[in-house]
């Protein structure tokens, strides 16, 4: 069981809104900031948000993503089929001191 | 170019060691944060632990601590991740990640993965 909760999997169609959440507590998303992070099957992880609704570049602007109180979320509009991938919540744990990532949402473009 | 480049897959029986590792270029190596993440076959990410090579202070995550050991090599650029005694449990692959020089945690800059096996 993970100190920070995702659903397993989202699905949506093209050109849809799809959101991501991720669930924790006061000493991790209460507190820090929270990453998100894309994985395509069988690559490297890759930062997608950070620092809570921050884009590095080259991430498309569908992607956003927001934070309230001790739940976070990513936010995909226009969905496109390269979106198809497993996704990340990261956030560091003052109880814990050490980051603690979501155990992952797979989103299916229908 | 940013880069870090692990070191290739590794077999290993039980009880045997290892050390792995992860060359870091295009950047000042000793001012930024290098960690390690385990992905378990079909299971998600989980942070191991982050070294800073200026100093040599590491951050362990309590599930990791006293099972591995990080450190670094900043004559060569390079980060390591160690076992002393492997169990068929510590199959999976093994990520290293550069940290941001920000307060976010957030990791840019991630290995293409060391695939680590266990087996008798």
């Known amino acids: 069981q993970s100190v920070v909760t995702q659903p397993p999997s989202v699905s949506g169609t093209p050109g849809q809104r799809v959101t991501i959440s991720c669930s924790g507590s006061?000493?991790?998303?209460?507190?820090?900031?929270v990453n998100w992070y894309q994985q395509l099957p069988r690559t490297a992880p890759k930062v997608f948000i950070y620092g809570n609704n921050q884009r590095p570049s080259g991430v498309p602007d569908r992607f956003s993503g927001s934070k309230s109180g001790t739940s976070a979320s990513l936010a995909i509009s226009g969905l496109q089929s390269e979106d198809e991938a497993e996704y990340y919540c990261a956030v560091w744990d003052d109880s814990l001191s050490a980051v603690v990532f979501g155990g992952g949402t797979k989103l299916t473009v229908l | 170019e940013v880069q870090l480049v692990q070191s290739g897959a590794e077999v290993r029986k039980p009880g045997e060691s290892l050390k792995i590792s992860c060359k870091a270029s295009g950047y000042n190596f000793p001012k930024h944060w290098i960690g390690w993440v385990r992905q378990m076959p079909g299971k998600g990410l989980e942070w191991m632990g982050i070294i800073y090579p200026s100093d040599s202070d590491i951050k362990y995550n309590p599930s990791f601590q006293g099972q591995v050991t990080i450190s670094v090599d900043n004559s060569i650029t390079t980060a390591y991740l160690q076992w002393n005694s492997l169990k068929a449990s510590d199959t999976a692959l093994y990520y290293c990640?550069?940290?941001?020089?920000?307060?976010?945690?957030?990791?840019?800059?991630w290995g293409q993965g060391t695939t680590v096996t266990v087996s008798s």
């Open positions: 006061s000493s991790n998303i209460g507190t820090n900031f």
């Open positions: 990640a550069r940290r941001q020089r920000d307060y976010t945690y957030a990791m840019d800059v």
